[in-house]
């Protein structure tokens, strides 16, 4: 052989063998970033690989096995797999789901209790919740140390929750005290006072009634305001104090049968002022010269208000509203009625009136059905606060059946007495009185009868009370 067919068959060999090696030489096959870490709960997204050789693209022909359940925590294998002339390169990306999360414990109630000092804390609940194991409230573990409360619970992944809860005990309410009848008692001198009873409670204890400490007395015998003083504490030394005033009057000269007023007839009209009545009725009193008493509300125009007291009569009170319902729900609510028709009168005639009657009289009923009782209380309360009241013992009925004027007249006329004091209860909002009024003074005038205003030196007139 020659040296040239060596040579050249060496050439052919090498040029076969590199391109066999060029043609079988393995891809460059690159997975982006390495092995991965998921939350549970995080989305696997795939980062990529590169496969070149020789400067050209094989990516397309990769297949990539995913078997992640991301429902399931674990380790997983993605397989990339490209085959090429007949060869199969792979690569393998390995895929932890992992759960690092805390389960979360929630507390009913809050999370800071204040309970009373003898009382025991009782479980409020909780629930604890896992984003992978779900509800594990069954696993959680209740400690109670020192009215510290641990709340703790551990997940499958070993991710432990706690959670604290304190309780403190103390009572910083302060018990109280309710008073049985009312906090004001009017009594008349020499008559008993019995202590109407209280009750005590505590928010801790409950029911402290015989806890309370009573001091003070009332002195019977003497006129006066006696001050009884309620106090209790409860066992930690929150105390509470209320008291009653207890008034000892003297019985007011009240009567019927005062005989200084004998004959006098005290002609007394509710419920006004009224346009197109009272104005006439004041004229009437005017040219007869004669004095009267109107116990006047809120209604009606001032100007005649202003009227009476001018033209020399009694301007007294009735109360503002006159409503059952308002004027007899309280004490209190009696007095606010009362203080605002007397505010308007002081406010007309710049003077304070004393004088009053209850709407419906102190012998009403219907009182009963909005404060049990309370006509006992207004009548010696009133007194107590230096008012002086009137009923009637003439009731010309004019609120009533007595729609005529001759009505009116005849119910007043028939019952005049020469041995009393004749209070007349009319009402100068009605027609019928107005046109009655006339016959009545001229009648009283020819039968020797004298006419008067009640004023704070009249002796009461009062009626038997029913509530
Ligand atoms: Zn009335």
């Known amino acids: ?56 693209d094989y990516s ?12 399931k925590l674990g380790t997983y294998e993605i397989i990339y797999e490209l085959k090429l002339h007949g060869i199969t390169y792979k690569q393998i990306r390995k895929v932890t789901i992992t759960d690092k999360e805390k ?21 409020d609940g909780y629930t604890a919740i896992d984003n992978y194991d779900g509800d594990i409230t069954d696993k959680v573990q209740v400690k109670n140390e020192n009215n510290k409360v641990t709340y703790q619970v551990t997940d499958s992944s070993g991710n432990t929750a706690k959670i604290t809860r304190t309780i403190t005990k103390e009572d910083k309410t302060k018990p109280s005290i309710t008073l049985k009848g009312n906090q004001n008692q009017t009594i008349y001198l020499g008559t008993s006072w019995q202590e109407p009873g209280y009750t005590a409670s505590d928010n801790c204890e409950g029911d402290i009634t015989n806890k309370v400490v009573v001091t003070g007395s009332v002195n019977i015998k003497k006129t006066g305001s006696y001050k009884i003083t309620y106090t209790v504490k409860d066992n930690i030394g929150n105390s509470f104090e209320t008291y009653r005033i207890i008034k000892v009057i003297n019985k007011p000269v009240t009567n019927n049968t005062n005989t200084n007023a004998k004959g006098v007839i005290y002609l007394t009209f509710d419920d006004g002022p009224n346009e197109g009545t009272t104005n006439v009725i004041l004229d009437i009193l005017k040219k007869e010269n004669v004095k009267a008493t109107f116990f006047v509300t809120n209604k009606g125009p001032d100007y005649l208000i202003k009227r009476e007291y001018d033209e020399g009569h009694t301007v007294a009170l009735h109360t503002a509203s006159h409503d059952y319902a308002t004027v007899y729900k309280s004490v209190d609510s009696y007095y606010n009625d009362l203080t605002q028709v007397q505010n308007r009168v002081k406010r007309i005639t710049k003077t304070e009136s004393k004088i009053i009657r209850f709407p419906g009289g102190s012998s009403n009923t219907v009182s009963k059905k909005y404060s049990k009782g309370i006509m006992t209380t207004l009548t010696k309360d009133v007194l107590s606060k230096g008012y002086h009241y009137f009923d009637w013992n003439i009731d010309s009925d004019d609120a009533g059946s007595a729609k005529s004027s001759s009505a009116v007249y005849n119910n007043v006329v028939r019952n005049l007495s020469k041995n009393k004091a004749n209070i007349v209860l009319m009402h100068d909002i009605k027609t019928p009185t107005k046109d009655a009024l006339t016959s009545i003074i001229k009648f009283g005038k020819n039968n020797g009868y004298t006419f008067a205003k009640i004023t704070m030196d009249t002796p009461m007139v009062t009626h038997k009370v029913n509530n």
């Open 1 to 56: 052989m020659k040296k040239k067919y060596v040579i050249g068959i060496i050439i052919i060999i090498i040029l076969l063998i590199s391109s066999a090696t060029l043609f079988f030489w393995p891809p460059s096959f690159k997975l982006k970033g390495n092995n991965i870490t998921l939350k549970y709960g995080q989305d696997y997204k795939e980062p990529g690989y590169t496969v070149t050789k020789f400067g050209k």
């Open 60 to 71: 397309k022909k990769v297949k990539i096995k995913d078997k992640i359940n991301p429902k």
């Open 103 to 123: 389960p979360k414990i929630t507390l009913n109630g809050n999370q800071n209790i204040t309970i009373c000092p003898n009382a025991n804390y009782t479980e």
